[in-house]
């Protein structure tokens, strides 16, 4: 165990950035429970780092516009044919989106089969460097995850199917780059999965709440034990959300949640 490792400069945007993953994720991940499309996080988050991959072999610089903008894009046509599909075959859309996952993580595979940093950068992609964020990295997203809140709180009644997928692909884009594919279904999924019974605003509190609580404990365990921050916070959401959910009373029938 080593205390001098709870350095603030370090461990103070990674905080930031969890806490910008969690003011997206957490609103989003009522809407996916919901909808019983659990698995769209992951696919989309796996078509974004596709992208990436994509740009990166190309040449562009790893922080660039033409790497985000691959990013976004990727995300955004995986969105636009979720919407496509649910509107045509919604019996299906959860194998739908699980085979789409598969099709998008088998890809970056082989775009990385020659890389001989291939295995580095799937790591990367999967588990996230999320105490290599800068300040830098964070003001951008700062203000596109405030965009997609504003659009997400004010037109939500009216959004439709198309409108939640694009909202999804923005704010999943940006999160993947930040902390990782398993922390964005971490982020997205464990918060509503535990207070499923609870409604409204007291399910977004305590949503948010038990997400920043992890992501504190997490980096600080992960800090002191030399331990990968992403596998540690993961871990961490999962035991909170456990007893988070046992306290909120598993006798309770859950909440229903509107679908937009």
């Known amino acids: 165990m080593n205390l001098d490792s709870l350095n603030l400069s370090i461990l103070g945007p990674a905080f930031i950035a969890g806490l910008l ?28 780092g596709l992208g990436v991959i994509a740009a990166d072999l190309l040449g562009f610089e790893p922080q660039g516009l033409a790497v985000q903008a691959a990013a976004v894009t990727a995300a955004l046509l995986g969105a636009l044919f979720l919407t496509w599909t649910e509107r045509h075959w919604p019996d299906v859309q959860e194998a739908t989106i699980g085979v789409l996952f598969v099709v998008a993580a ?34 951008p997203v700062a203000l596109l995850s405030g965009g997609i809140l504003l659009y997400w709180f004010s037109l939500r009644e009216r959004l439709g199917h198309l409108g939640f997928y694009v909202a999804f692909a923005f704010a ?7 902390v990782g594919v398993y922390l964005v279904f971490a982020s997205l999924i464990v918060p509503a999965l535990a207070f499923r019974r609870l409604a409204g605003r007291r399910q977004l509190a305590a949503g948010y709440l038990l997400g920043a609580t992890a992501y ?25 959300a456990i007893v988070a959910s046992r306290l909120v009373g598993k006798g309770s029938r859950p909440a229903p949640v509107p679908i937009q």
């Open 106 to 139: 088998s890809g970056g595979v082989l775009l990385l089969a020659n890389n001989p940093h291939g295995g580095e950068h799937l790591k990367d992609l999967l588990v996230g460097q999320i105490l290599w964020v800068g300040y830098a990295q964070l003001t």
């Open 216 to 240: 504190a404990i997490g980096l600080a365990v992960s800090a002191l034990f030399d331990l990968p921050s992403g596998a540690v916070i993961v871990w961490t959401l999962a035991a909170l």
């Open 21 to 48: 993953v969690l003011s997206t994720h957490v609103p989003l991940g009522n809407q996916v429970l919901a909808r019983g499309i659990v698995f769209i996080d992951l696919a989309i988050a796996q078509i974004a």
């Open 172 to 178: 999943v884009t940006a999160s993947v780059q930040l």
